[in-house]
């Protein structure tokens, strides 16, 4: 809470903090920062003031986060999206908002998975009659929406590339891979400590966050 001297109103204030976002380039995909932006939306009344959104420079990351705010706004407002007049309006306002080609194709797949995936996250005291209700076939379609959500769930999600596992590939590790088509992505690896110098750090292993 703020209390400034001199005044008898006091304002509370709520600062959220994304960590998911890398030194460069984009996260990998979307939903973590989908997550967070209705999360801050839940926290943020319509009695309550302006959210202030700032990054280091407030123009790449910011425009990033402003375009997809207002993006899913409109989106369940009209049922139609305008990302190129959104950017294009942000930047009349403030130069280089969304700076990078790469930031506006991240912008554009996290449009995507919001569209087709939707909410997604269950309290934990209605999971299991969420559940069940998943699970429950669809007379008409002869399917599930767990089923669906599944295949949507696979249409999202990027497939790994050979370039993508270029430490796993290398000659020196291939004895330690069970199976060449299962192998993790260099952004994932944990890296052992070791005390030969000729032996590999290299484990076919992935972190999770």
Same mark, same amino acid.
């Given at each position: 809470?703020?209390? /400034? $001297?001199?005044?008898? !109103?006091?304002?509370?204030?709520?600062? &959220?903090?994304?960590?998911?976002?890398?030194?460069?380039?984009?996260?990998?995909?979307?939903?973590?920062?989908?997550? &967070?932006?209705? %999360?801050?939306?839940?926290?943020?009344?319509?009695?309550?003031?302006?959210?202030?959104?700032?990054?280091?420079?407030?123009?790449?990351?910011?425009?990033?986060?402003?375009?997809?705010?207002?993006?899913?706004?409109?989106?369940?407002?009209?049922?139609?999206?305008? @990302?190129?007049?959104?950017?294009?309006? #942000?930047?009349?306002? $403030?130069?280089?908002?969304?700076?990078? !080609?790469?930031?506006?194709?991240?912008?554009?797949?996290?449009?995507?998975?919001?569209?087709?995936?939707?909410?997604?996250?269950? =309290?934990?005291?209605?999971?299991?009659?969420?559940?069940?209700?998943?699970?429950?076939?669809?007379?008409?379609?002869?399917?599930?929406?767990?089923?669906?959500?599944?295949?949507? #769930?696979?249409?999202?999600?990027?497939?790994? /590339?050979?370039?993508?596992?270029?430490?796993?590939?290398?000659?020196?590790?291939?004895?330690?891979? $069970?199976?060449?088509?299962?192998?993790?992505?260099? %952004?994932?690896? =944990? &890296?052992?400590?070791?005390?030969?110098?000729?032996?590999?750090?290299? @484990?076919?292993?992935?972190?999770?966050?």
């Amino acid at each position: 809470c703020l209390l /400034q $001297r001199g005044y008898n !109103e006091i304002r509370e204030v709520k600062q &959220f903090h994304f960590t998911g976002w890398p030194d460069h380039g984009v996260p990998y995909n979307a939903t973590g920062l989908l997550s &967070f932006i209705r %999360r801050v939306k839940l926290s943020n009344p319509p009695s309550a003031g302006p959210i202030v959104v700032h990054c280091s420079a407030g123009a790449g990351r910011t425009g990033c986060y402003i375009v997809i705010d207002i993006m899913l706004d409109m989106a369940e407002r009209e049922g139609v999206v305008d @990302i190129y007049n959104c950017v294009k309006a #942000l930047r009349s306002r $403030r130069i280089n908002m969304v700076q990078t !080609e790469e930031q506006y194709i991240f912008i554009h797949d996290a449009i995507l998975e919001a569209c087709l995936c939707g909410e997604t996250a269950i =309290p934990v005291c209605e999971f299991k009659a969420a559940y069940f209700d998943m699970i429950r076939i669809d007379s008409q379609t002869n399917s599930s929406h767990l089923k669906d959500e599944f295949q949507t #769930l696979n249409s999202v999600t990027p497939r790994l /590339q050979a370039e993508d596992c270029s430490i796993a590939c290398l000659p020196r590790n291939h004895d330690k891979n $069970r199976f060449m088509d299962m192998l993790p992505p260099d %952004r994932c690896l =944990p &890296f052992l400590i070791t005390i030969d110098g000729e032996s590999s750090n290299y @484990i076919n292993a992935a972190l999770m966050d």
